[in-house]
């Protein structure tokens, strides 16, 4: 069982700066999968960027590509989220999420979910 805490959201200005951390439990961080995703006010969630266990690989979702920077430190069991140039269209719920074995993007191949926090870029 993997708990995933989020932290760090907030009210920033375009063109900000904002770090999202999530603290995982469970001895096993290391290698999992580890994805942020974003909620927007009535769309659907989507794929924010992503790294892979072992070998921490990065992938992002093209509309934060060049903004956005996924870390991880594995002796803290936290992922991190550095989001640059700040646009009101990041405004979202921004979930990290885990899952074990190869890496995805897709939400329905994640095991373990954060309860979110809010992010909200004013223009």
């Known amino acids: 069982q993997v708990q995933l805490v989020e932290s760090g959201g907030g009210l920033v200005q375009a063109g900000g700066s904002l770090r999202l951390s999530c603290a995982a439990s469970?001895?096993?961080?290391?290698?999992?999968?580890m994805s942020w995703f974003r909620q927007a006010p009535g769309k659907e969630r989507e794929f924010v960027g992503r790294t892979s266990g072992t070998i921490p690989l990065t992938y992002y979702a093209d509309s934060v590509k060049g903004r956005f920077t996924i870390s991880r430190d594995n002796a803290k069991n936290t992922l991190y989220l550095q989001m640059n140039s700040l646009k009101p269209e990041d405004t979202a719920v921004y979930y990290c999420?885990?899952?074990?074995?190869?890496?995805?993007?897709?939400?329905?191949?994640?095991?373990?979910w954060g309860q979110g926090t809010q992010v909200t870029v004013s223009s």
């Open positions: 999420a885990a899952k074990d074995g190869w890496s995805s993007t897709r939400i329905v191949d994640y095991d373990y």
């Open positions: 469970g001895r096993t961080f290391s290698s999992y999968t």
